[in-house]
C-alpha cells in the first residue's frame, strides 16, 4: 500500500484562485483514485497549496488494481459448431477472449447454449494508470484566466515549472506541458537556497518543504495572525482590524511570512479613514490598525514574504510608498475641491455612461425623475421619507465620477460623493441635518454591494439606490444587454439583487414590473429609444431576468426551500414583499397533513384541466349545481361559495397564515369529491361543469402559492 | 538617508547597469524609439517583434507620453513623461523568473535583505488589441516592474509567446535613491566634481510645458486635422499591401500555375513595402488621440469609436506584417523545401487555441 504524492510546481498562482484550485485538484485526484480502483472507498483527499505549488497526496493506495474475472458470452452453440467442429465464429470468440478454441466453455440461458470463456484481464500498477490519467486532470483544473506559454493547447494559469509525482520512493513516469516529474521540489525563492529533494510521499514531503521554509495554508493562516498580534502589541490598547479577505489574500501571497508594522505621519489622518484604509487595504495589502475606540492609527502593519526585516529597509520601502500614496489622496482631495459637486453636475455630460445610453448628466435627470415617483409611492402608503432629500441626493449621487479622487480609488464611488457633500456647504439654506441627510444618501446609494452587503442607512438613500439601479438594468435591457450564464459585464444581477434586498428589507410598496416600466420611460425621446427593443420583449426578459433574482433572495439569502419558492412565485413574483410574507405563511403550513393532501389534489386538478384542455374538451365557466350533480360535488362548490370570499379577505389583509389555515379545511370537501366524483364523464354538460368547479378551486388555491410545485415525495 | 547617498546608483548608471545585464544576456540593445507612444509596448520592437515565428531578445528604454497623466511638475509622483526599460524575450525562457530576480542583483538590490512578491496584473491595450498576463513586481511594497506573458497582439493569437519586462525607471531610482519627489532622482554625478544633475534639472521643464500644451493649448482642430491625415495615409497604406495579396496568391501555398520567378517578384514587392512607416502613422494617431483626450476635447460618443479606429489600424498592421514576414522567408527559401520544424510552427500557430 504505497504513499502517492503529486506536487504541481508553478510560477506565482493569483492569490485569489490557489483556494479553488488545490480543493480542484483535490476532489479530481480523490474520485480518479476510487475510478481507477486505488483507493478502497470514497475518501477526502489531503491538499496543500503556496503561490507556487499545488500538491495532493494519499497515503495507502492500492499499488495496482485487482485482476479482474469475468466471463464472456459468445455466439449460440448451434452457430459455434457444425458438424461437431468449431466454426469461423467458434474461432473468432475464441480469439477475441484471448483463450483457445478447446477452452470455451458453454452455458445455458433462457435463449438456449452459448459459448463462453472466462477472461481474467491482469489489474494495471497504480504508477502506469496515474501516469496515463493524471495529465488530464492537471489541464481540467478550472482556472478564471489561463494562459500558454509552451504550445497553444497546453494551458495553465501561469508556466508549469517542474512536478513531483511519486509512489513510496519511487517516481511516477508522468509528463505534463512538457515536463517530466521527478523527486526535486523548490524552496523559499529567498530563504532557500537549491533544490529540495523530496525522500518519499507521506509526511517526509511536508518536512523537506518546511526545511526549505515553506508552509501550508494552515500554518500560513497562524504564523501571520500571531505576527500581527505581536506586531500590534506593541502599541498600547492597539487592535489590527480583522478583515477576513485581505487575510486570506495575503496568506496566499507568501509561503512563510511575516509581519511588520510601520508608520505614517499622523498628519494624514485628517483624509477621510474610509481614502486611507482603501489605500491601505486595496492597493498596498496591509492592515489597518485601531485604538481601543475603533479609531484609525497612524501605523499599518505589511504581511511579507520573508521571514523578517532586520535592517529595517523593508519597514523603510512601504513606508515610502505609503507616504507617497497618501501623498497623492491628499493632493486628489485638494484639488478636488476646487470645484463643488454642484458645478461637477455639468461636467457629467462629458463621462459616459453606456455608449449607447448616454451620459451621466442624462442618467442623472432620469434618476432624480424615477426616484421622485418611487418616493411618491411610498408616501402613499403611509411610509415616511423625506422626497426633497432624495431628489438633491440623486441630482449629485454620480458628480464625484469627475473627481480626481474617484478616478484613482474607484472603488470609493458614492462614498467620496458622500464625503465631498459633507464638506462643502452645498446650500446654505438647508439645515444642517438636511445636508447630512443628502451626503449620507449619496454616501449609501451604491449598497448593497454583494449578498452580504447590509442595505442603505436611510430611507432617502434606499430609495436613490433602487432608482439608480432600476435606471442602468432598464436601460441594457432595453438595449437587449441581457445577461446570460457567466456574461454580465455590467454587473446586472448583482444589481437586481441589490433592489430586490433593498425592497424586502425596507419593506416597500413597489413592484418590480412598474418599477421597470418606469424606468423605460425615462428613455422616452432619447436617442438611445431608437436602438430598444419593443416593449413586449423588454418585459417578458426583464421579467424572467427579476423572477429569477427574487428566487435567489428567497431561497440563497432567507433560506426557503426551492419548492416553496417555486410555489410561492408561481402566484406572483412582482411583489417581493408580499411573495417574502407568502413564503414565510406557507413554510408554516407545509408540515401539516392536509397541505400535502392539497398539493397532491391541486396536482391532479392541474393534471386534469390540462388534459382537458389539450384535447380540446370544453370547460364552464362558473358551476352551475344541476339535477344530478353529486352531493360531494354540491358540497365542495357550497365551501367554495363561503370560504371563497373569506380567503380573498384575509389574503388583501395579507394574512397569509390564517388564510392558509383556511384553505386547509378544504381538505375533506376535496377528498371527498376526488373519491366520489368522475369529472371526465361522458355527459358534456356535467363534465364541462365540473372542470368550471375545479378552474374556480385552482384559481383559489393558488392565490398565495402554487401548491401543486410543492414536492411531496418523501413527506406524505 | 540622505537623498544623495554616495553609494546609489544614479538614474543613468541604474539604466547603463540593466542595459549592461540584459546585453550579457543576449539581447540586441535597442535605443529608444523615436515616435510618441503610451508605453515600450508600442515601439515596434515589442508590437511588429511579437508577431510571427521568429526569436528575439531585446532591451530598451522607451519614454512613455501619457498626456493625460502630466501634472505640471507638481507632482511629486506622476509624470507626463516617464521612462521604461523594455525587456522582451521570444520566446520566454524556462528560468525567466530567476533571471528577472537577478537583474535586480544586478542594480544593487540584495533581494535576502527585502521583501518581494509576484501579484496577479493581467496586462491588456485596446488600441492595440493586445493583452496577456503577468505579474506587478512588488519590492517592499512599491510596484518596480511589470512582467507579462503576451497572449495576443495586434488581434492575432502569438507563437510563440514573449515575455515583456517593463521596468518603472524612475520609481526604482527614487526607491534606490531614497527620495520622495521623482526630481530630486539625481540623473547624473560628475565623478571628478561629484557635481549632481538633477531629474528635474534635466525634466521638469518639459513637464511643465507639455502639461501646458496638452491641457491648454493645443490647437484642437489642428490635432483633428492632423489625426484624419495619418490615419487616411495609414489606411491607404494597408489597402496598397492588400491589393498586393490579391495580385499574388499567397507564397506559403505555393500557387499553382506561377512560375518560380512570379513568385519571387511577388515577394521582393512585398517585403519592400513600406508597412513600417505605416505603423509610424498609426503611433502618430494613437498620441494625437491622446493628446484631444487630455484637452477634453473627444466626446463622449467619439471616444469608443476613435479607439476602434486607431484599433483597426493597428490590428491591419499587425495582419500585414505577419503576411510580409511569411513571404519574406518564403523568398529566401524559395529553392528550398521548408523545413519541416517551421511548417510546424505555421500550423500551429494558425490552430484554434483552446480557451
Partial sequence: MPDFLLEIGCEEIPARMIDAAETDLGVRVAKLLLEQGLLPTKAIVPTMSTP?????????????????????????????????????????????????????????????????????????????????????????????????????HERFVRPVRWLVAMLDEETIPLEF????????????????????????????????????????????????????????????????????????????????????????????????????????????????????????????????????????????GNERVLRARFSDARFFWETDQKRSLLERLELL?????????????????????????????????????????????????????????????????????????????????????????????IYDHYKPESTEDGVPRSMEASVLSIGDKADTIAGMFSLGLVPSGSKDPFALRRQANGIVKVIAERKLPLRLGDLMRDARAGYQGSDAEKKFVDEVKFSESVTTFFRERVEFYLKDVRGHAYDVVKAVLAADADDVVDALARAEAVKQV???????????????????????????????????????????????????????????????????????????????????????????????????????????????????????EIVTEGKA | ??????????????????????????????????????????????????????????AYVQPSRRPADGRYGENPNRLFKHMQLQVILKPPPENVQALYLESLGAIGIDLRQHDIKFEEDNWEAPTLS??????????????????????????????????????????????????DSIYDIVWARDPVTGHEVKYGDVRLADELQFSVYNFEVADVKKAWKHFELYEAECEELLEQYGALGDQNPRLVSQGKGKTGTDQLESARTKSRFPLLPAYDLCLKCSHLFNILDARGAISVTERVGVIARVRALAVGIAKAWVDQQKSEAAAEKSDEPEPAREKRAVKEKLSPVGS
Avoid at chain 1, 525522500?199 to 504564523?223: C, F, H, M, T, W
Avoid at chain 1, 411618491?376 to 411610509?383: D, H, P, T
Avoid at chain 1, 384542455?613 to 370547460?619: F, H, L, P, T, W
Avoid at chain 1, 384553505?663 to 376526488?674: G, I, K, N
Wanted: proline share 4%; charged share 25%.
Fill in chain 2, 1 to 58: 538617508m540622505s537623498p544623495s547617498k554616495p553609494k546609489s546608483l544614479t538614474f543613468q548608471e541604474l539604466i547603463l547597469r540593466l542595459q549592461a545585464f540584459w546585453a550579457a544576456r543576449g539581447c540586441v540593445l535597442q535605443q529608444p524609439y523615436d515616435v510618441e507612444v503610451g508605453a515600450g509596448t508600442m515601439a515596434p520592437e515589442t508590437f511588429l517583434r511579437v508577431l510571427g515565428p521568429k526569436p528575439y531578445k531585446v
Fill in chain 1, 349 to 441: 455630460r462629458h463621462v459616459t455612461f453606456q455608449k449607447d445610453l448616454g451620459n451621466y448628466y442624462e442618467k442623472t435627470r432620469r434618476v432624480q425623475r424615477l426616484c421622485s415617483w418611487l418616493s411618491e409611492i411610498i408616501k402613499q402608503s403611509g411610509m415616511a421619507v423625506r422626497a426633497g432629500v432624495v431628489h438633491k441626493a440623486a441630482c449629485l449621487a454620480k458628480t464625484d465620477l469627475t473627481t480626481e479622487l474617484v478616478k484613482e480609488f474607484t472603488e470609493l464611488q458614492g462614498i467620496v460623493g458622500g464625503l465631498y457633500a459633507r464638506v462643502q456647504e452645498l446650500d446654505s439654506t438647508l439645515p444642517e441635518a438636511t445636508r447630512f441627510a443628502i451626503a449620507d444618501a
Fill in chain 1, 177 to 316: 506541458d512538457g515536463i517530466w516529474a521527478g523527486k526535486t521540489s523548490h524552496g523559499h525563492r529567498m530563504l532557500f537556497d537549491g533544490d529540495v529533494a523530496i525522500p518519499r510521499a507521506g509526511s517526509a514531503y511536508v518536512d523537506a518543504l518546511r526545511a526549505a521554509k515553506v508552509l501550508g495554508r494552515g500554518e500560513r493562516e497562524q504564523q501571520i495572525r500571531k505576527a500581527l498580534d505581536a506586531a500590534t502589541r506593541r502599541i498600547p490598547g492597539a487592535r489590527w482590524r480583522e478583515d477576513r479577505s485581505l487575510l486570506d489574500t495575503v496568506v496566499n501571497l507568501t509561503e512563510f511570512p511575516s509581519v511588520i508594522l510601520g508608520d505614517f505621519d499622523p498628519r494624514f489622518l485628517a483624509l477621510p479613514e474610509e481614502v486611507l484604509v482603501t489605500v491601505m487595504r486595496d492597493h498596498q495589502k496591509y492592515f489597518a490598525v485601531d485604538d481601543a475606540d475603533g479609531k484609525l492609527l497612524a501605523h499599518f502593519l505589511a504581511v511579507l514574504n520573508t521571514d523578517g526585516d532586520r535592517e529595517g529597509l523593508i519597514r523603510h
Fill in chain 1, 52 to 152: 507556487r505549488r499545488l500538491t495532493v497526496w494519499a497515503n495507502g493506495i492500492f499499488s495496482a488494481q485487482l485482476d479482474v474475472t469475468e466471463r464472456l458470452t459468445g455466439p449460440s452453440v448451434t452457430v459455434a459448431y457444425k458438424d461437431g467442429q468449431p466454426t469461423p465464429a467458434a474461432h473468432a470468440f475464441a480469439k477475441k477472449a484471448g483463450v483457445d478454441v478447446s477452452r470455451l466453455e458453454t452455458v445455458s440461458t433462457a435463449k438456449g447454449e452459448y459459448l463462453a470463456a472466462k477472461v481474467t484481464r491482469k489489474g494495471r500498477r497504480a504508477s502506469e494508470i496515474l501516469a496515463e490519467t493524471l495529465p488530464k486532470e492537471l489541464s481540467s483544473i478550472y482556472w478564471p484566466k489561463s494562459m500558454y506559454w509552451r504550445k497553444p
Fill in chain 1, 590 to 708: 407545509l408540515h401539516m397533513p392536509e397541505f400535502l393532501a392539497i398539493g397532491a389534489a391541486c396536482k391532479r386538478m392541474r393534471n386534469i384541466l390540462r388534459q382537458a384542455e389539450e384535447k380540446g374538451i370544453a370547460s364552464g365557466v362558473t358551476f352551475h349545481a344541476l339535477p344530478d350533480s353529486a352531493p360531494e360535488e354540491k358540497n365542495l362548490a357550497g365551501y367554495i361559495d363561503v370560504n371563497g370570499p373569506r380567503v380573498e379577505a384575509l389574503r388583501k389583509k395579507k394574512e397569509y397564515g390564517d388564510a392558509l389555515m383556511l384553505l386547509a379545511t378544504a381538505r375533506e370537501p376535496v377528498d371527498a369529491f376526488f373519491d366520489k366524483v368522475m369529472v371526465m364523464v361522458e355527459d358534456e354538460k356535467v363534465r364541462a361543469n365540473r372542470l368550471a368547479l375545479l378552474r374556480t378551486l385552482l384559481k383559489e388555491f393558488s392565490t398565495i402559492a402554487d401548491f401543486s
Fill in chain 2, 130 to 179: 493586445a493583452w496577456g498576463v503577468g505579474w506587478q513586481v512588488m519590492l517592499d511594497g512599491l510596484e518596480v516592474t511589470q512582467f507579462t506573458y503576451f497572449q495576443q497582439c495586434g488581434g492575432l493569437d502569438l507563437f510563440p509567446i514573449s515575455v515583456e519586462l517593463t521596468y518603472g525607471l524612475e520609481r526604482i531610482a527614487a526607491f534606490l535613491q531614497d527620495v
